[in-house]
Structures are given as C-alpha cells and as structure tokens.
C-alpha cells in the first residue's frame, strides 16, 4: 500500500472533477479523499495499491471529468500510510 498527496492544476474546479474523481477512486479501491482549494486546484490524498495508485493518476492526467483540462499533477509520495475507510469528496 501507498499513499499519496496529489495536486491537479488546471480547469478542474466547477466541471464536476471531485465527482469523477470520487467515483473513479472507488472504481480501483482507493481511500483518502479530494477537496478543492482555493487557488483553483483540486487536491487528492489517496491510499491503495501501487498499480491502482498509477493507473488512477493516469486517469487523472489524461482524462478527468468530460468538461475538464488538466495542465499538470503533482504528486508526492507520503513515507507513512494513510488510514482512510473510504474515498470521499470533502468541501
């Protein structure tokens, strides 16, 4: 297991990205959770296995919500597990 802290830059807020991105998280297992923030960002904290872990930030770099347009992710890899139980969209 691995956990992630991930940053998407772009037209990400206000195309229904957080709903995608909870219902594909939920698709490959994944806990933790994604939050807009106030620069414009969306941010994901994410929990599971390394495979699910990168073909999930593929999705996120490559696809996204239907009206969305990524720019960039960044990602940083935590040294400690997360403890999540679910994937959830916070507000």
């Known amino acids: 297991m691995e956990s992630l802290q991930i940053t998407v830059h772009g ?9 995608y991105t909870h219902k594909k998280a939920n698709e490959f297992g994944l806990h933790g959770y994604v ?4 620069n414009g960002t969306v941010f994901i904290e994410a ?6 872990l990168d073909i999930f ?3 996120l770099k490559n696809e996204g ?3 969305s347009k990524v720019t960039s992710v960044a990602i940083i890899k935590l040294n400690t597990e ?10």
């Open 11 to 19: 037209k990400v807020q206000g195309v229904w990205f957080r709903k």
């Open 35 to 38: 939050t807009n923030q106030n």
């Open 47 to 52: 929990t599971g296995e390394k495979k699910e």
């Open 57 to 59: 930030i593929h999705w």
């Open 65 to 67: 919500s239907p009206l």
């Open 82 to 91: 997360k403890q999540f139980n679910s994937f959830e969209i916070k507000r």
